[in-house]
């Protein structure tokens, strides 16, 4: 039940990071994040108050959510990136998200292992019998 915690909330906070990553630099967002952070480990090891967060985050093997966040976001823009519907328009917001991965991520200016669609033509026939299904073979 206890790492339940982490695997419903990490999601919920982290949906739609591509479009808010930017604010996750921000020392009140970063202090609000931590604060959650630190009541999930504290309820998950049962520690005491004056345990530090950074020991329990090591402990539990978490990163901490300011950089869970930003990875997601990284992830998410990749993969739309790959698929061509991320939008290249006004480098402002989280539209930068991609030109900050691309420079600190080097690998990530190489395309993803996407198979493009193939679509295939498929004839159905009916036949009324199989004497007649037969006799169309020959």
Not at 58 to 77: E, N
Not at 84 to 98: D, F, L, Q, S, Y
Request: charged residues 15%; hydrophobic residues 45%.
């Amino acid at each position: 039940m206890s790492q339940s915690k982490i695997f419903l909330v990490r999601p919920m906070i982290s949906y739609a990071a591509v479009v808010w990553w930017p604010r996750v630099g921000l020392g009140v967002a970063r202090d609000m994040m931590g604060r959650i952070q630190r009541l999930a480990c504290l309820s998950i090891t049962g520690a005491i108050r004056t345990t530090p967060t950074a020991a329990m985050e090591v402990l539990l093997g978490l990163q901490p959510l300011d950089i869970y966040i930003r990875s997601a976001a990284m992830c998410s823009c990749y993969r739309m990136k790959c698929t061509g519907t991320w939008r290249n328009g006004v480098k402002t917001g989280h539209t930068r998200m991609a030109d900050v991965m691309w420079s600190q991520i080097l690998i990530s200016n190489t395309r993803g292992n996407s198979m493009p669609p193939k679509y295939f033509l498929v004839v159905i026939t009916l036949y009324q019998c199989k004497q007649e299904a037969i006799d169309n073979k020959t």
